[in-house]
């Protein structure tokens, strides 16, 4: 029994062929590692692969089926799409394109807006005066710096600036002016006693009395300071306003002068460039037109006398400087016709009742009744004492001189001339 089960055992070994046995150790071996194929070609896939049997004589593997390719699910089939019958869509009929013809600009108007703005200047800055050379320590560079200031920090026109800067400053010198029109106006109401006084002292001198020389002097003095004027205060009034007035003059001339770009455009109305002179002249007549009507309301109203002959020099002044000053910038002949108008309007100011009080602003006396009423000179009588003036002077020369040689031969009788 056991040599027939051992016979059986070693039978059935035998009986197994050697594919088989290899087969069953590949099977058991390829839970462990992977089998490789040979011949797979990765561009082809699959598909393209072909399996080699080791032992191609017992048997070969079936040809592998390739799989129905499956749809991509990106890919995806439009349906068809059915006409809905039974609604009559509304055919529309066909609209007409017309074409827009182009916004063609014509080349000229190109041009001259393009011209047009290259030509117009630049805004003007702080320190452009500067830069072209003005400004500085004298007076008239103050003018031109606050000038420039108030231009741009306002953004008024030049013009405009010049008014602005003129009215700034009279207005600064107002509290002065009314002053010095205080003492003025108190002068004039002692000038009938204070005229006979100094024909005594003059008398006096002439004379050589040396008493009666000092005697109307404390007379006069003492007339004085009861009127509460000062003659003397009289000269600070030019002393204050020609500065002033010489330094807007310079300083806004050379500046016209200068032809800058800004300038040529600062003016208005028929006046547009500040740098040339008025070609109507009507600047040049509105200036000695306020002049004139400065003189003819003045707030001292002497006529009589030497300020008679002097109104009547400042009308003739008036009239002839208007050809001269028709030559000058029209930004000069604005600050001009600006300082005539703000003295204008001090000169009405002088005549409000609160104003004259305070700055103790007195009126003319009248005169004494059956006294001789003085009328003013006229034009004639103006140039005749003019004349008579200067005969007197060169009279007056003429005996100094004299009375001078005769010191000197009383002190050298020995000696000739």
Not at 43 to 69: C, D, E, H, I, M
Not at 187 to 192: H, K, T
Not at 280 to 307: C, F, K, R, V, Y
Request: charged fraction near 15%.
């Amino acid at each position: 029994m056991l040599l027939l089960r051992a016979t059986r055992q070693t039978g059935l070994r035998g009986t197994l062929p050697l594919s088989r046995k290899l087969s069953i150790a590949a099977a058991s071996q390829g839970f462990a590692r992977p089998a490789y194929r040979l011949g797979t070609n990765p561009t082809l896939g699959v598909s393209a692969s072909r399996t080699l049997s080791l032992w191609p004589l017992w048997g070969s593997s079936k040809p592998t089926t390739p799989a129905p390719a499956q749809p991509s699910p990106d890919t995806t089939t439009p349906e068809p799409v059915e006409s809905v019958a039974g609604i009559d869509a509304p055919v529309s009929p066909p609209i007409e394109v017309t074409q827009a013809e182009p916004n063609i600009i014509s080349p000229d108007v190109t041009s001259s807006t393009l011209d047009a703005l290259s030509s117009s200047p630049a805004a003007h800055q702080l320190g452009d005066f500067a830069a072209n050379g003005f400004g500085g320590a004298w007076p008239s560079g103050w003018v031109q710096t606050a000038l420039e200031f108030l231009h741009v920090q306002t953004g008024l026109p030049w013009w405009a600036s010049i008014f602005l800067l003129t009215a700034i400053v009279r207005t600064s010198l107002l509290p002065l002016n009314l002053k010095l029109v205080g003492n003025a106006s108190r002068l004039a109401r002692v000038q009938p006693q204070l005229a006979v006084l100094t024909d005594q002292i003059k008398r006096a001198r002439d004379a050589g009395d040396s008493a009666a020389l000092q005697h109307a002097g404390f007379r006069a003095q003492k007339l004085l300071e009861s009127a509460g004027a000062n003659p003397f205060k009289g000269l600070l009034g030019p002393l204050v306003q020609m500065p002033v007035a010489l330094s807007f003059f310079f300083g806004i001339r050379n500046v016209c002068n200068a032809g800058l770009p800004t300038l040529k455009e600062g003016g208005i109305g028929w006046f547009t460039d500040l740098t040339v002179a008025d070609p109507t002249w009507a600047l040049p007549i509105l200036s000695s037109a306020s002049m004139l009507i400065l003189l003819e309301t003045s707030a001292i109203d002497a006529q009589a006398g030497a300020a008679g002959h002097t109104r009547n020099f400042f009308r003739v002044l008036s009239l002839i400087t208007i050809p001269i000053v028709s030559y000058l910038p029209a930004g000069v002949l604005v600050y001009f016709v600006a300082n005539g108008v703000f003295m204008l309007i001090q000169n009405a100011l002088v005549k409000v009742p609160s104003i004259r009080k305070r700055y103790n602003i007195v009126d003319k006396p009248a005169p004494p009744p059956g006294a001789k009423v003085t009328t003013a000179p006229t034009f004639t009588d103006s140039l005749r004492a003019l004349r008579d003036g200067v005969k007197d002077a060169a009279r007056k020369a003429r005996e100094q001189q004299e009375a001078e040689a005769r010191a000197r031969a009383r002190a050298n009788p020995g000696k000739r001339n």
